[in-house]
């Protein structure tokens, strides 16, 4: 018996132990050497990857993501822009033409495999368009590591989407996704979809990266320069080192998802600190078209400082916004960004959504091909919380994201909507994509903290950046710190708002006045059932809120942040109607409504609110 006992008690621990530790997540560690003809607009690379599978699964392939390869005519780049047409991406495109189809040859994207090693012997591999599938001698054990070497050649394409050479701001070189770059393996397997223009994913990884380039150009990046007094533009006192005509830039950076650079004979370089960090560099062409760069500093300072405070600290030493895109595109410790902007408040509002990206995509990185919603709505959701405090608007607005709600109403109207929880790369209309993923990514979190209140949203926000800081959360990681946070059941709200295209539309049905109280009746007009926050406004300008909870979150709003209310009892999400009866009359009341904050995303707030004449 004892003996037996024993056993099976040690067979639960290790059950036990086993689901403890379920969560795991491979690291990569990358030497490059990275040889530049400036004039030609190619390079040559050889690079050392020390990878460590701590997954519990024995791997006989490897997967690379090689994304310079889309960028010529018939890729599936170009197969896609040319099958959506004017419903694709305007910037792929030219008057519903892909602008993939014209490259000249000489100009077409190329990463040139020499050859790759796995612990100095050579490996079969084969290029499956912007995938590179690696066959291992020695398959990689759990919990256990191996190291490959690679030389390859690469042609800078022309700059059609993020890379390239030549922007249309006349930036030489951006090196955006431009080395061969080890995918993602996680639960759900090798994270290799084929890059057809959308986003990007990869594992946590140090970077040692030598660049040598002509000793004329300045070097932006995401990382830090280890020495600064040897090249061009970051120390007044530089004596360049050249070898010949070339300077070698060498530049360092721990536990981020990409290394990427732009290259520019006229950039120039300031830096300032912001208190607490990070430090940042502002890499540009100084002249009149980027002006108002000049005035940029003390807002981005308060705009880390309304960040680290509101959703988590900023984990790396600096961050460098770069001149070098085609809009703007995040990268870890540093964005591209277009440089010409008329107004400060135009070029925060690109700083200000691509830095935030650094929170919700790069610390938070979740997979973004798979969940654009998370990466794009997260960080539009603290765009407009940062920009409505670095740019007040003069209207009294009832809220930051009265703007969004508004959008993503017209484009309900346009019957054009498809659902958030579609892959990123294959929504159908390039509009749609966008709405899904940045519109109703962010109001996710606004319709979140309509149901479960503002004090609680904040404290889901600080908990899930605390729980999955440099990790890979899920949305599943999310929603478990949301109901672990508000006590309520939120699978039933995830669900609509995410996996399907129903919406929310509630209504005042019907206004009874007696002598001494007044009955409304409440409609559901639609299909997402929704908590309901019911105010009126007294004649003396009095609000009063009653809340009346759904009954499928089973714990119901103790707080808001939108003013104090009183609970009633719950609506069943299988009734369409509702009445209340409150203790005040015709007399004494002036306007009576659904959500006073306007919070709500109601397609149709026309008839919910009655002015009582």
């Known amino acids: 018996m004892k003996k037996s006992f024993a056993i099976l008690f040690a067979l639960i621990l290790s059950q036990f132990q086993a689901q403890q530790n379920a969560y795991y997540q491979q690291a990569a560690q990358y030497k490059m050497d990275i040889d530049v003809n400036a004039e030609k607009f190619t390079y040559e690379g050889n690079q050392t990857l020390n990878y460590s599978n701590n997954s519990p699964d024995e791997l006989n392939v490897v997967y690379f993501h090689l994304y310079w390869n889309a960028f010529k005519p018939n890729s599936m780049m170009d197969q896609r822009v040319a099958g959506q047409g004017k419903n694709g991406d305007s910037r792929l495109q030219k008057d519903g033409i892909s602008r993939l189809a014209s490259i000249p040859k000489d100009q077409?994207?190329?990463?040139?495999?020499?050859?790759?090693?796995?612990?100095?012997?050579?490996?079969?591999?084969?290029?499956?368009?912007?995938?590179?599938?690696?066959?291992?001698?020695?398959?990689?054990?759990?919990?256990?590591?191996?190291?490959?070497?690679?030389?390859?050649?690469?042609?800078?394409?022309?700059?059609?989407?993020?890379?390239?050479?030549?922007?249309?701001?006349?930036?030489?070189?951006?090196?955006?996704?431009?080395?061969?770059?080890?995918?993602?393996?996680?639960?759900?397997?090798?994270?290799?979809?084929?890059?057809?223009?959308?986003?990007?994913?990869?594992?946590?990884?140090?970077?040692?990266?030598?660049?040598?380039?002509?000793?004329d150009y300045v070097v932006g990046a995401g990382g830090t320069l280890m020495n600064?007094?040897?090249?061009?533009?970051?120390?007044?006192?530089?004596?360049?080192?050249?070898?010949?005509?070339?300077?070698?830039?060498?530049?360092?950076?721990?536990?981020?998802?990409?290394?990427?650079?732009?290259?520019?004979?006229?950039?120039?370089?300031?830096?300032?600190?912001?208190?607490?960090?990070?430090?940042?560099?502002?890499?540009?062409?100084?002249?009149?078209?980027?002006?108002?760069w000049s005035e940029a500093r003390p807002y981005v300072t308060k705009y880390f400082q309304i960040m680290n405070s509101r959703f988590g600290k900023y984990a790396y030493p600096s961050y460098a916004f770069i001149q070098g895109g085609d809009g703007g595109m995040e990268y870890g410790m540093c964005?591209?960004?277009?440089?010409?902007?008329?107004?400060i408040e135009d070029l925060m509002g690109l700083m200000v959504h691509e830095g935030s990206h650094s929170w919700y995509q790069q610390m938070l990185a979740t997979n973004e091909p798979l969940r654009p919603w998370i990466d794009e709505g997260f960080t539009s959701y603290a765009e407009s919380i940062v920009m409505h405090q670095l740019f007040p608007p003069t209207d009294e607005r009832p809220n930051p994201f009265v703007d969004k709600i508004n959008a993503y109403r017209g484009i309900v109207q346009k019957g054009i909507e498809e659902p958030a929880v579609w892959l990123g790369d294959h929504h159908d209309n390039g509009t749609a994509y966008s709405f899904a993923s940045y519109v109703k990514g962010e109001l996710y979190l606004v319709q979140l903290g309509y149901i479960v209140g503002e004090q609680n949203l904040e404290k889901i926000m600080t908990e899930y950046f605390k729980e999955w800081s440099l990790k890979h959360p899920t949305d599943r990681d999310f929603l478990h710190i949301a109901q672990k946070v508000s006590g309520m059941d939120l699978k039933w709200f995830h669900h609509y708002w995410i996996n399907t295209t129903k919406t929310i539309d509630y209504g005042i049905k019907d206004v009874k006045y007696d002598t001494k109280s007044t009955t409304i009746t409440l409609l559901n007009n639609s299909q997402v059932p929704m908590p309901i926050d019911f105010s009126v406004m007294t004649t003396d300008k009095k609000i009063i809120t009653y809340q009346i909870p759904m009954n499928m979150t089973h714990t119901w709003k103790q707080k808001d942040g939108y003013g104090d209310f009183t609970t009633e009892k719950y609506w069943p999400w299988t009734q369409k109607e509702y009445t209340l009866t409150i203790p005040y009359t015709k007399s004494q009341l002036s306007l009576l409504g659904i959500d006073f904050s306007q919070r709500m995303a109601d397609v149709n707030p026309e008839n919910n609110f009655v002015e009582v004449k």
């Open 335 to 343: 964005t591209m960004i277009l440089g010409e902007s008329k107004e």
């Open 108 to 215: 077409e994207g190329a990463q040139n495999i020499h050859w790759i090693k796995q612990n100095g012997k050579d490996l079969k591999f084969e290029i499956q368009e912007t995938v590179m599938k690696v066959y291992l001698n020695e398959s990689l054990k759990p919990n256990s590591k191996t190291t490959f070497t690679m030389e390859w050649d690469a042609v800078i394409p022309q700059q059609i989407r993020r890379s390239g050479r030549n922007n249309r701001e006349g930036v030489d070189m951006t090196m955006s996704q431009w080395y061969p770059k080890i995918a993602e393996y996680d639960y759900d397997g090798w994270a290799t979809f084929d890059y057809v223009g959308r986003e990007f994913h990869a594992p946590f990884a140090d970077f040692d990266v030598t660049i040598k380039i002509n000793k």
């Open 228 to 292: 600064p007094t040897e090249v061009k533009g970051y120390d007044t006192s530089a004596s360049i080192k050249a070898d010949k005509n070339k300077a070698t830039w060498k530049w360092n950076a721990k536990n981020m998802l990409d290394f990427a650079w732009a290259a520019d004979r006229d950039y120039s370089v300031e830096s300032f600190d912001v208190p607490q960090g990070p430090k940042v560099f502002f890499v540009y062409q100084k002249n009149d078209k980027t002006k108002v």
